[in-house]
């Protein structure tokens, strides 16, 4: 019998076909998938948090009262954890990749392997070794705040290029959080009873709170908050990424446990808000990440299909953190979470 996985709203909710069914029958056989997200970080390429510190040194600031830094002191002291890794065969928090991948960033030094940090720089915008120097040129007697806006496009580009998740292209960097925040291991879920990714995740309030650290237009004095332009294309990225993300669990499900449950429930409700946002700006590509989960079945076996249009979202939402205009997206204030709700 089919499951619907969509929240019961408090207000009747239109979804594109009047709704979205997933049929996750027992001992179905699934796809074989290429993993997209929460994949350890390569440790070669890691240079560690000291690294930053010389440029963006308010950042390490606010971000050493993160619990992403604390996580490297706290995590392998809670009972929940150990147990966890009990049940998935596992002898140390810090020492496989199915932890290692989430909650610590790994370096390699002298041929070894170690934890250098919890959640850190590298974590969100990926292992510097090959972009860092890239990333830091502005060029002979030209410094951060007199680069022209042509020369600071080209740097941009040019670290997107050796590997930089940039975020000038919101997109880049909501692909890291949702890498670990979709949970994306069926057996992590389902054989080792973590949570299945962080259900209330939303791009604003998640980043707009403790882990903000804006302070490159004011050379490290001020933590400024987005402007509201920002925040509203930030909105729908978010739900785009996340919607992204949410479909490429589904396709890994094997059979109808709770990863795969909780991952089609996820989606449909992401699909929903998207569809909120749609009905008040009617922008084409958000129709076009729409458009290709329409007549989308998230069954087991599916999921050539189900990648297909993750694929689909996926360019829509880069191209939208590329090219969409926060003045014009005003409509959309209402669903956006006031600063109250960061966390």
């Not at 998938?33 to 970080?41: M, V």
């Amino acid at each position: 019998m089919p499951i619907d996985p969509r929240p019961r709203p408090t207000a009747p909710a239109r979804l594109a076909a009047g709704g979205w069914l997933l049929a996750l029958a027992a001992g179905a056989a699934a796809q074989p998938t290429q993993p997209t997200g929460g994949d350890p970080l390569d440790a070669a390429r890691v240079v560690g948090a000291d690294a930053c510190t010389k440029c963006h040194a308010a950042e390490m600031a606010q971000w050493q009262r993160t619990p992403h830094h604390q996580t490297i002191d706290t995590l392998h002291r809670k009972p929940e954890a150990d147990a966890i890794a009990d049940r998935l065969g596992l002898r140390s928090v810090k020492r496989n990749d199915t932890c290692v991948r989430c909650h610590y960033t790994p370096i390699e030094q002298s041929g070894r392997v170690r934890i250098d940090s919890g959640v850190s720089c590298e974590s969100c915008h990926g292992p510097a070794r090959d972009w860092i120097e890239v990333h830091a040129e502005y060029g002979p007697g030209v410094t951060r705040e007199t680069e022209s806006p042509e020369a600071r496009q080209r740097r941009r580009l040019a670290s997107i290029g050796a590997g930089m998740n940039n975020p000038s292209n919101l997109y880049l960097i909501a692909r890291q959080c949702l890498d670990c925040h979709t949970t994306p291991d069926e057996r992590l879920v389902d054989v080792g009873q973590h949570p299945a990714g962080s259900g209330e995740f939303e791009l604003v309030s998640w980043s707009q709170g403790m882990v903000r650290h804006n302070f490159v237009r004011s050379g490290g004095a001020v933590n400024a908050p987005s402007a509201l332009p920002r925040v509203r294309v930030m909105y729908v990225v978010g739900l785009m990424t996340d919607l992204e993300y949410s479909l490429r669990a589904v396709a890994r499900a094997t059979d109808a446990g709770r990863f795969g449950r909780t991952s089609a429930a996820r989606a449909a409700d992401r699909k929903q808000k998207l569809w909120a946002v749609q009905r008040l700006v009617d922008d084409p590509l958000v129709a076009t990440a729409l458009e290709s989960v329409s007549d989308l079945e998230l069954t087991l076996g599916n999921a050539d299909a189900i990648n297909a249009a993750a694929d689909a979202i996926g360019a829509a939402a880069y191209a939208f953190a590329e090219r969409a205009d926060g003045a014009r997206l005003a409509p959309i204030d209402d669903l956006l979470p006031p600063p109250s709700q960061y966390k």
